[in-house]
């Protein structure tokens, strides 16, 4: 039975587009697997805090000589990283915000990428020592941004700093398949945008029966 850990990353609610999205794909999936496990972590409402100089000391500090502090101090961080272990499905709704992630999904990735839990590090391995520690899971991501051109060859390609920087750093959660669909044009509530709505949720049940093996591969909008 899947396990998906469901994150929100906008601070909007009812107005958010990607909300929207990233219930829908959970619901869609539940449809066909009533019986998978949802870990939801709304970071859009509830933030991580930001790292600080304490929790960097903390995080490479071995484990043993850690003090009590120290311990405190990670002790979210050790809560997101269980989370993100027990999921094999990565859900993540996520507007863009200056062209790159909101502000809390950052914190979020500061706080699950950590050596030794997440990623090991050995200079043995040359000029790449970093490796991901997890293995095999699959990434769904549902976005939503107010210009357009942002897909490969777009004319904003250069300028998309959030899913692009989502799948490098999943790469050390131990993601090996990564999705995206991706809503355009909202902030010129025109036709285009509303069109590019339609096709994004028209998407999600395709990829959620793509994702569980169902009626073989599809073809999914990503832009």
Known sequence: MTTLLHI????????????????????????????????????????????????VAAAFTAPGDRTAEQHDELRLSDALIDELERANVIVIGAPMHNYGMPAALKSWFDKVIRIDKTFSFDLAR??????????????VVLSSRGEFGFGPGGVRESMNHLETHI????????????????????????????????????AIPELVRQCLGIDGPVSVAAE
């Open 167 to 202: 799948f490098t750093c999943a790469h050390y959660l131990g993601v090996q398949e990564s999705h995206l669909i991706a809503v355009d044009y909202q902030e010129f509530n025109d036709e285009r945008y509303r069109r590019s709505l339609a096709d994004a949720f028209a």
């Open 8 to 55: 929100d990353a906008s601070p909007r609610g009812d107005r958010s587009v990607s909300r929207k999205l990233s219930n829908s794909f959970v619901e869609h999936w539940l449809t066909h697997e009533p019986g998978a496990t949802i870990i939801s972590r709304d970071v859009g409402r509830n933030p991580p805090p930001l790292i600080t100089e304490a929790w």
């Open 126 to 139: 040359g000029d790449f020592p970093l490796e991901p520690i997890m293995r095999g899971k699959t990434l």
